[in-house]
């Protein structure tokens, strides 16, 4: 159980008695879990609320276990100190009513999801977490990535700024700035990049609609949004994303391959820092001198462990003929020329500025909120469409993107971002490659359109 001072940031709402008092009811189960989780408090040192026999119905409600409701039902709670508790319900999850063990105390799951046993093998640097010492009860002071605060105040404005925050379980009680180092990735551009001339771009006379989305041209046959979990590979997971995708259109969708991210990262010969950043020339440079192996023949490991594995693909049935580029190159950075590579060409990848607030993205067009930590780190994601909303009576253009943090992060892993107006830098660093599709071998050779 976490707890902290009523002066602490906290993961717990302070007692409102009005709204407590009659509204529940609860088992006998329940009167002895609750009692347990009293007495573990009691044993820190932790002056808690005495409750009575006769205040028993007003903290927990029945449901599906001892300590949790169905729904919105704030009046299944646990008592912490004398003026704070925690509220236990399903509803809390998306609204932040709730305290941070909340899975394991009100729902009773006793086996760690994916993101937790990530936190425990990598250490990961905890925020809000308090320790009881012989001077007291002493508590991390840093920033969180799921800053209560922070979402209460994006929300507040979620009209004004046109996208809406949200509450994620797997950064529960992770330092922001651990997450701008492991969820990012992406260091600048070496000198030898941007002293390359953009191409041409393409042909003026490609009709530019009003909105474009790549997926819809290929529907169900594109690779899934991928997650580079605790790894700040992301130079990586783009580069990867884009090649994935331009190969599917310049082969009409015949090759349709998810490439290996753990194979370019381990054998790649690109240092030992790669899950602490790399360049993006760098890992083009690797598809076009060595190519990409399918997912299969590496599976990903290090979003697991933050480590690197020694290089280690395997040998079987399709991992001897990688998948190559040709060499990259820089797009023009005005909005209608990126927009006219697309069409032409397919995806590409875009370097942005990545600020707190972003993680808490769920939905909506993106903007910078300049709420939150002044701390930011480098980041790439792959461009493939745009459109526009009608964001407070007014029409707001917006690049639609792919992230790399997995399909429960933002719309379905996917989010929208300002355009035109270089928000976060997304439109400043633009690159791309043609796939050499001549050059695949499986007994077929197939001509890149």
């Keep these: 159980m976490s707890l902290r001072p009523s002066s602490g940031t906290v993961f717990r709402r302070t007692v409102d008695t009005a709204r407590l008092q009659g509204r529940s009811r609860m088992g006998g189960v329940g009167v002895h879990v609750r009692a ?67 899975d394991q105390v009100c729902l009773g799951e006793s086996e760690l999801r994916i993101e937790e046993v990530r936190g425990a093998s990598l250490q990961l640097p905890k925020c809000d977490v308090c320790t009881h010492s012989s001077s007291g009860l002493v508590c991390a002071e840093n920033h969180c990535m799921n800053d209560l605060a922070l979402i209460d105040e994006l929300r507040r404005r979620k009209n004004q700024l046109g996208w809406t925050a949200s509450f994620y379980d797997k950064y529960k009680a992770v330092d922001v700035d651990e997450g701008l180092r492991q969820l990012t990735g992406t260091m600048g551009p070496t000198r030898m990049v941007l002293k390359r001339h953009e191409v041409k771009a393409p042909s003026s006379s490609i009709y ?9 041209r290929f529907k169900e046959r594109l690779v899934s949004v991928k997650d580079q979990g605790w790894c700040g590979a992301s130079w990586v997971f783009s580069t990867l994303s884009v090649a994935q995708d331009r190969l599917a259109m310049a082969s009409d969708g015949l090759y349709r391959v998810s490439f290996s991210a753990q194979d370019l990262l381990s054998c790649g010969k690109m240092g030992p820092n790669g899950c602490l950043g790399g360049h993006l020339d760098r890992a083009w440079n690797y598809l076009r001198m060595v190519g990409a ?72 067009v993106y903007s910078y909120s300049e709420l939150g930590s002044p701390h930011s780190a480098a980041h790439s994601v792959k461009l493939l469409g745009w ?63």
């Excluded at 530019?208 to 819809?216: G, H, L, N, S, V």
């Design 293 to 364: 192996l399918p997912e299969v023949c590496y599976p990903y490991d290090s979003g697991f462990t933050g480590k690197l594995p020694r290089c280690s693909k395997r040998t079987g049935t399709g991992c001897q003929s990688p998948y190559k580029s040709g060499p990259a190159y820089r797009v023009p950075s005005k909005e209608q020329d990126i927009q006219r590579e697309i069409i032409a060409n397919g995806p590409v990848q875009a370097v942005m500025t990545v600020h707190p607030d972003f993680f808490l993205y769920k939905t909506g």
């Design 36 to 102: 347990a989780l009293l007495l573990v408090a009691v044993a820190m040192g932790v002056k808690v609320l005495q409750v009575h026999a006769g205040e028993e119905g007003s903290f927990c409600g029945s449901g599906p276990s001892p300590l949790c409701c169905t729904g919105k039902q704030d009046n299944c709670s646990v008592p912490i100190t004398e003026d704070d508790f925690c509220f236990c319900d399903s509803y809390c999850q998306d609204n932040l009513d709730c305290c941070p063990d909340y």
């Design 208 to 216: 530019i609609p009003a909105e474009y989305d790549f997926r819809k």
């Design 387 to 449: 459109g526009e909303e009608l964001v407070n009576g007014k029409m707001v253009k917006y690049w639609l993107a792919e992230n790399s943090w997995g399909k429960d992060w933002g719309e379905g892993g996917f989010f929208r971002i300002l355009r035109g107006e270089a928000e976060c830098g997304i439109e400043s660093h633009i690159f791309a490659a043609k796939p050499e599709c001549e050059l695949l071998s499986h007994g077929l050779k197939v001509v890149c359109n």
